[in-house]
């Protein structure tokens, strides 16, 4: 079956960064493809990009892009370029276009404000958690800590967003259970206040399993307990939403759970396009053939061939055929594969099966998808109150 097309996309603007992360999966993992290319992307690839994005559009019909400015660190694109890359793309994809930038904030500046304002681009940060955290993780090449620089700038966008309507998305981190998530969600409250959060499990998969899950689920858990008992002045929180909405049986747009299709599509500084990067952490660029198209020479749906994308895209399907074809034999008796769906795909790989496993963080899903569903049960026996599922 075709996946549905892609209406995401990563373009990456700048391969490399201002920081070197020790688990950034694009320096520090398997592919080390960034090497090769451009360190931002070049004129006449911004041009095919913007050629094949149109084409894009027109063949799939779809009325809405999702376009997240990405890298290394998209802000050593330059203000300039960036500004420029910007205002074509809102003038000439004729969309409900979402513009969104990634960035670690270091660069960030009054006059980086203004171009978000003029372009409507919603920014989000990376920060890890209180400084010992974040400062353990995200440093300089010298191994300095960036946590003080990174503060200035959520400090900078919070005040604009407040005073200005500059676009905020929130903040994203990287779960790290050196401190407990009662810990870490007491410091995203009172230290930084964001619009909405996620805490991303750190990548991982059956070759390279986290060093100690017991611990993490310990650290999700507790962070669940907090955000929820926190009601109703909780920060928004996208990994225990979309568990959320997965039990009211609304779709879940995470990847992480409920079985939404990772069918994001990254588009590299040379203009090669890709599947979910994240792959990336097993499978070196190059070690895939039919991961060599690019903008200017094919369509964008080509990547439809790809092996990798063809596994991330598919549509989930609840019948023994996909889960024998997509899962693992666990997840064909597992009480809550209709809600789980096997996790995020990049967390299922094995040398020997390929993705056809349970997801390495199995225990972690079924454990916070019955901590929060116990939740759920509770306030509607207690409260007599039901959970609207458009509150998530
Ligand atoms: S909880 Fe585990 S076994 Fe069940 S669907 Fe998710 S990954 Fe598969």
Known sequence: MEPVPSNTFVIKIAEHCNLDCDYCYMYNGADLSFKSRPRVLGPNTEQALLSALQEHLKDTRLDRLNIFLHGGEPLLFGK??????????????????HLSVQTNGLLIDSEWI?????NKISVCLSCDGPQHIHDAHRHFTNGAGSYEQTLEAIQCV???ATYQGLKYSGIISVANASISGDEYYSWIKEVIHPPRFDV??????WE????NPNILIDYYLSMFESWWSDRPDEIRMTFFESIISTILDTPSHAENFGGFSASTIIIETD????PHDVFRIRVPLSADPTDNIFVGENKISDINNNHLYKIAAERFELDDAFIQRRLGVKCMDC?????????????????????????????LLYSLYHTIKHALD????????PIEATQY
Do not use: M, W
């Open 80 to 97: 300039k370029r960036f500004s420029k890359l910007a205002k074509t793309l809102r003038k000439q994809l004729y969309c409900d276009l």
């Open 114 to 118: 203004d171009i978000f304002l003029q």
């Open 158 to 160: 919070t005040k604009e």
């Open 200 to 205: 991303l499990l750190p990548d991982a998969d």
């Open 208 to 211: 390279s399993p986290y060093q």
């Open 271 to 274: 203009g090669s396009i890709h």
């Open 335 to 363: 009480k809550i594969i209709n809600k789980c769906r096997g996790g995020f795909v990049a967390h299922r790989y094995s040398r020997q099966n390929e993705y056809r496993n349970e997801s390495v963080y199995c225990d």
């Open 378 to 385: 509770l306030h509607r026996s207690n409260d007599h109150l």
